[in-house]
């Protein structure tokens, strides 16, 4: 069954927003670098390749559905906050963005009874829980260090241990999707 005109619309609209989020990790990532702050840049990089993942997911699946892939033109990101505790800040306001558009985009399947996209969509809405349950908890170890250099240090450390095409940041993770 073809994609109607609205759904096609709209992943072409989430897929741009996974490009956004690309994007927008990609100018943290490359902020930290600058700030000497390699684990977090590395982080942050991983996390830019994900999202392109999570757009070339959507992209197959309007492909495989036989709608058009209409790809916009991208905003440039905002300007990094001067901190790392805003960045990470910035980084969950984010997300929590991109999942009411999940969200928004479920809806809009269930309604039209498109059930071929609830899989995927499920997917999604299970990926969102995880990556603003990692960013939180970065969030609050952040916010533990405050001021303190080291600990500052430390985190960048274990943060520049993310495993390519691991789901979160943390060590022990491995959920390569
Ligand atoms: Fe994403
Ligand atoms: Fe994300």
Redesign the pocket.
Known sequence: MQLSAELTKAYNDQIQLEFE?SFAYLQMGADFELRSLPGMGRWMRL?SA??HL?AMKFIQFVLDRGGKLELQTLAAPHATPDTVVHTFEAALAH?QR?TRAIHGLYKKALDAQDFASLPLLQWFVN??VE?EATVSTILERLRMVGDDQTGLLFLDRELGSRAPGADSGAPEADGAA
């Open positions: 989020s996390q994900e999202e999570h997300e991109v990926e969102q990556e």
